[in-house]
């Protein structure tokens, strides 16, 4: 389990010091930081002087070991754009997306489970196609329709819900379900296949044959099993909620991780759009690494493999 | 952004549900505030570390600056200043009027203007207006209690304009025990002079002013009428639609004219079109830099693009508004913007005549580089391929643009320039084309002396004599395609009363709401 966990971090290193690199090169030659710090009307005189003062006339290597070495030593420098540490920046931006990951990881879970369940309790039957209906529906909807449904409905026509922000615990309502439901269909089919599965094993007929029925048959016996695929989508759905929320905070003005992102990578603020692309490679590898152990703890056999 | 383009067509597609149901709700003015979004964020409140078009709204309502910009004439008359008077051309005397206080409530001096320039003129400040200040400014020295001179390397007219749109009066001392880049931190608290202060600075969410009661009557921004105004940052104008509709803000900028065309007819939405002072133009790579064997060298092929481009149309249905079209390199409403130079009209068979007289009967291929206005982009295309003429669009993000033509790496690129709010050519082709620039994509030694001198004289008519040359000359090589002056669309809530601004610059002290 030791060398499982550590060549899993080494490749997670790796993985993160190639798209920081990455990042960087495509940055440096596609974009002119000095120009978009000074912005598009600035005079030719302000651009030079922030060239100057920034280093970017400096040798592109120059540039990327320099942040390199800071970075390792857990400075991620300071933001062109919002002339703060990085780090400062990310501590203030993450408890949205972070907050904003959970619920809807929580909707998630709530629709998809119990529709997967009924799904595979009632195979076939009218109950089956309904969920299935409603994952592909779920699937086909893109997140910013949804978004804009909601706020219409929801914060616009019937204003029980606020239309952007992050304020108070009602602004994370609509935004939670809009993520949340783009992770029904996966779920919501892993539960019902793996369900599925499990109940027509040999161990599920023999609980049956000892009198197990109900509560106790689906959840003391069938899903302890049918869990485990859904465990690791569950934290590969986190990993995307937590790395892929821009769409979803820039339709609701939420002033998470996502948006900083876009805002970033819209103003060059290359420290900060490194710092955030290695830190949503690790939260992915992490929670994938995760996933895994939380496998092996569900299932023996993956311990002993 | 094509989420925004998405997110925009989705309200559109629902404006007629929404307007059936009328349940939105409107804009209080119960409580007197006015609730306006912005859809870029400011990282800071200061105006000497702001570059953002967002900063210089919030900077006229937060601070004066010795000088302000008439909004109905556009020239720049004393604010903080009482009086001034050149000594000579590169002297200036200042007096500073004694009845202004800051929003701490000390009173202005003449010791806090000479502490302003003085920090702006020191490298280790890093404002952003440094640069600028530091081409012209030398010295600036306290000559009597209430009087400021200002000596300047060189004659330089627009040094009005400078103090008016760029340099905000600061106590002195503001920045003591700081330096640098720290200054621009939201952790210095803002003590300007203007009739707003600020009360809250949530970076990248909003801005909270309130009206400050000890601002000097004999201002022209004295006595605003909202109590308080909140600055939202909202950067999805579909969510900034859905905002005004639920009455979660009152005023929205810049929309594109579709989306006020559709938004306007709801109810609950009145709109406003004003003037901006932005003009878009298409710029020719005369110099060869990005190709020195290309087309563009060639002054015939130059003139053939501006025949082959139907500005009218495009300026009438596509920018409309009060947008115009545009015959030379700078605003109609510019200082200076006086040519007798030729006109290109639409006449795509000249276009084509041109083109074979200068050897390129069947058109050649090309790239024309765009970052905003897509729709305007592809007409131009549409208009050139039309004479045959085989143009790829390369529409790219305004990073990405910068770096390119930068590296002047464009043969041709569509893009607008809002000089800064300034109403003189000074701002407009004098940016373009002058020597050290690299918006410059001539090598026109003798226009860009030309404009310098423009730049560096101070009788007014010399000046304008100088930049009818230098406009001249750039019609006649057509270095440019100047296409259209823009038109401001601003949609309100009902009841908020606002005059739309003649630069494109909101003057939000002007706002009120009336009875309802």
Known sequence: MLTFILRRGLMAILVALTVSFGTFALFHYATDPAQTIAGEDAPQEMVDEIRKQYGFDRPAAVQYFDWLGSALTGDFGESYFWKQPVVQLIVDHAPVTITLALASLCVTVLIALPLGISAALKPNSWVDRFALSTAVSAQAIPNFWLGLMLIILLAVTFPIFPVSGDATWRHFVLPSLVLGASSVPAVMRLTRTGLLDVLSSDYIRTARAKGFTGYRLIVQQAMRNALLPIVSVLAVQLGNKLGGSVVTESVFSMNGLGRLAVESIFNSDIPTVQSLILIFVLTFVLLTLAADLINAWLDPRIRMG | ?516
């Not at chain 2, 505030?33 to 859809?39: I, P, Y």
């Not at chain 2, 002047?408 to 407009?428: C, I, L, P, Q």
């Open chain 2, 1 to 516: 952004m094509r989420i925004r383009t998405l997110v925009q067509s989705g309200i559109h597609l629902l404006g007629v549900v929404i307007s059936s149901l009328s349940l939105c709700a409107y804009a209080s003015p119960k409580d007197n505030s006015l609730v306006v979004a912005f859809s870029t964020p400011l990282t800071t409140v200061d105006r000497l570390y702001s570059i953002q078009r967002e900063g210089l709204i919030l900077s006229r309502l937060t601070d004066d600056g010795l000088f302000y910009v008439n909004p109905d004439t556009l020239e720049f008359e004393p604010l903080a200043a009482e009086s001034y008077q050149w000594i000579n051309d590169t002297q200036l005397d200042i007096k500073v009027r004694n009845d202004v206080r800051f929003h701490d409530g000390s009173p202005l001096t003449a010791d806090d203007v000479v502490y302003t320039f003085e920090w702006v003129l020191d490298e280790a400040s890093e404002t952003s207006r440094g640069p600028v200040i530091r081409s012209w400014l030398e010295s600036v020295e306290k000559t009597d209690t209430d009087t400021v001179r200002f000596n300047l390397h060189l004659p330089y007219p627009m040094a009005l304009r400078d103090m008016a749109i760029s340099i905000p009066i600061r106590k002195a001392g503001t920045y003591d025990g700081t330096r640098g880049r720290e200054n621009a931190a939201e952790d210095i608290p803002l003590n300007g002079i203007g009739p707003y202060k600020l009360k809250e600075f949530r970076a990248g969410r909003e801005i909270v002013l309130e009206r400050f009661d000890n601002y000097y009557q004999a201002s022209p921004k004295a006595n605003p009428a909202i109590d308080t105004i909140v600055f939202r940052v909202i950067p999805d104008q579909g969510t900034q639609q859905a905002e005004l509709l639920s009455g979660g803000i009152d005023l929205m900028m810049d929309v594109p004219p579709d989306v006020a065309d559709n938004i306007s007819h709801l109810p609950g939405v009145r709109r406003k079109e004003g003037n901006d002072i932005r003009i878009g133009y298409i710029t020719l790579d005369a110099a060869g830099y990005s190709n020195p064997d290309s087309p563009f060298t060639n002054v015939k092929v130059r003139q053939a693009i501006n025949h082959a481009i139907n500005r009218e149309e495009i300026t009438r249905y596509l920018v409309r508004g009060s947008a115009e079209v545009v015959h030379f390199a700078c605003h109609p409403r510019q200082f200076g913007c006086d040519s007798d130079g030729p006109r290109y009209p639409y006449d795509p068979q000249k276009a084509k005549a041109l083109l074979a007289e200068a050897g390129y009967p069947d058109g050649f291929s090309f790239n024309l580089w765009a970052y905003r206005e897509k729709i305007i982009a592809e007409a131009v295309v549409s208009n050139l391929r039309a004479i045959g003429l085989d143009v790829d669009l390369r529409f790219v993000k305004l990073n990405v643009f910068s770096k390119v033509r930068n590296d002047r790496n464009m043969e041709t690129f569509f893009a607008s320039y809002g000089s800064g709010g300034t109403a003189d050519a000074s701002a407009s082709a004098g940016v373009h084309f002058a020597s050290n620039t690299a918006r410059n994509f001539t090598k026109d030694e003798e226009l860009a002396e030309t404009l310098l001198a423009a730049e560096q004289t101070i009788n007014p008519d010399e000046r304008k004599r100088l930049y009818r040359n230098a406009l001249n000359r750039i019609a006649e090589q057509a270095y440019w395609v100047p296409m259209f002056s823009y038109s401001q669309n601003y949609l309100l809530a009902p009841g908020l009363e606002f005059p739309v601004p003649n630069d494109g610059v909101p003057r939000f002290w002007q706002a009120s709401w009336s009875e309802q």
